[in-house]
């Protein structure tokens, strides 16, 4: 993993970059790296594996007040009953991968009758964009996905994947602008013990006692990691308010039933509600 | 769905595989279209399913029951390459057609509350099957209202 800084040969570039199928001299594959680039202008996704579900977090990015208000989502597609995704890029490009991975899913249960495990199906999505850095002559899809699922295997799991059709497994990420600025926040916010109002200096010393790869990294559950994804998406957000007319939250857990996956997108209500208790412990920890 | 059914009659492993089949398409519209598949567009799908073989057909003869959005029941029966009949009043599949047609004619009124449509359908069936020495070993009947499914299973002649 490198990341890309076409600046630094761009007249060597020039003559490589045309074409996906070539590598340049340096082993680079400039289309997809450009492609990378795409998304990194592309609306912000923070993806956080919970203890007891996934949340992922959206920016949405409403180029014109004309624009009709979209029937339901504009980032977060169900893939099957349990698995979902969030886009980062052109959305156009997005489409089709969609729809690939829903069919590959449906197909899948169609032939051995159970729900496809949460990896293939995002291998097989990643798959089929790496064919459009290797054949044709095509240029490779502009996205960026963030998939969530659960299966029996491996319980909840968080993917991302790039242009390139490689994909990793994360517990907590983000993807689309200002990309770095939110996982180094989630570095130090993942898994850290909540701060409470009198121990604002003990944290920093326990830590340091502690030998780091003793050191448990605690789970947040869904309703913790909501909250740190509206902070991670405020702070990728040009804004300096957070607000929930701009974000997309999304959650997956287990269906009450037993029966399958819950997905769920929080109403405008529940996404004032999370930003509101955000704003809230911002406040306080300003105030301590 | 809880408002639609689809009774599937004929050869065991076609039932299956087109159920199997039927699983498939419908997930996908929902997927894609982000609302429940109705009855007629279920149906039609069914009927487009069994054309695709229409020479080397599943040997099934399905039946579609539900209710679509405004509520309103719909009907429909197929043979096994697909032709549809929509009706209003009532459709049968199976060995003991003859017999059903002849029951159903003479028991059916329309507009039957819930409890009288059971009735009358659980007696259309029973007495059909039981002069058909290939129909029997009991039934099940499911009544789908807006409020919900209530399903009942019949005793009948285990013979």
């Keep these: ?288 | 769905n809880d408002r639609l059914f689809v009774g599937l009659g004929g050869l065991a492993t076609d039932v299956q595989t087109v159920d199997q089949l039927l699983k498939f398409r419908q997930n996908l519209y929902e997927l894609r279209e982000e609302r429940q598949m109705s009855p007629k567009v279920f149906s039609n799908v069914l009927s487009n399913l069994l054309y695709e073989k229409r020479f080397g057909p599943y040997f099934i003869e399905p039946v579609v029951a539900g209710l679509d959005e405004n509520n309103k029941p719909f009907l429909s029966g197929m043979d096994l390459i697909g032709a549809p009949v929509y009706t209003d009043d009532f459709v049968v599949t199976g060995t003991a057609t003859g017999n059903m047609y002849g029951m159903c004619e003479t028991l059916y009124k329309p507009d039957m509350e819930p409890e009288e449509l059971f009735e009358t359908l659980s007696q259309a069936l029973l007495a059909s099957v039981d002069r058909d020495a290939l129909s029997g070993w009991g039934a099940v009947v499911h009544v789908i209202t807006k409020d919900g499914v209530t399903s009942r299973e019949l005793k009948g002649r285990q013979d």
Excluded at chain 1, 3 to 12: A, D, F, W
Excluded at chain 1, 74 to 89: I, P, Q, R, S, W
Aim: proline share 5%; with cysteine; glycine share 8%.
């Design chain 1, 1 to 288: 993993f490198f990341s890309p800084t076409p600046l630094l040969s761009l007249t060597m570039a020039r003559r490589y970059d045309a074409s996906t199928t070539t590598f340049s001299p340096e082993g680079r594959l400039h289309q997809v790296e450009y492609a990378i680039e795409a998304i990194n202008n592309a609306g912000t996704c923070v993806g956080i594996l919970a203890s007891d579900g996934i949340v992922m977090a959206s920016e949405k990015r409403v180029t014109s007040g004309l624009l009709a208000p979209s029937k339901t989502s504009e980032k977060t597609y169900k893939l099957c009953d349990h698995a979902a995704c969030t886009v980062a890029g052109l959305t156009a490009d997005a489409n089709i991968l969609i729809d690939q991975a829903r069919l590959r899913a449906g197909r899948y249960t169609y032939q051995y009758q159970e729900a496809i495990p949460v990896e293939q199906l995002v291998e097989h999505v990643c798959n089929y964009k790496q064919a459009y850095t290797q054949y044709g002559g095509l240029r490779p899809f502009g996205v960026a996905f963030l998939f969530a699922g659960y299966d029996s295997h491996h319980g909840f799991q968080l993917y991302q994947s790039d242009p390139s059709g490689n994909y990793s497994g994360w517990k907590a990420t983000v993807i689309g602008a200002n990309n770095q600025a939110g996982k180094s926040l989630l570095k130090t916010e993942y898994g850290a013990k909540p701060k409470s109002d009198d121990d604002d200096d003990a944290p920093e010393e326990m830590e340091t006692e502690e030998d780091p790869a003793e050191e448990e990294i605690r789970v947040p559950d869904v309703t913790e990691a909501l909250r740190l994804a509206v902070k991670v998406l405020s702070k990728t957000m040009d804004g300096t308010v957070p607000s929930p007319e701009k974000m997309e939250l999304f959650t997956m857990t287990l269906a009450e039933d037993g029966e399958g996956c819950a997905h769920h997108i929080l109403t405008e209500e529940e996404s004032k509600k999370v930003v509101d208790d955000v704003e809230a412990e911002a406040a306080s920890a300003g105030d301590a």
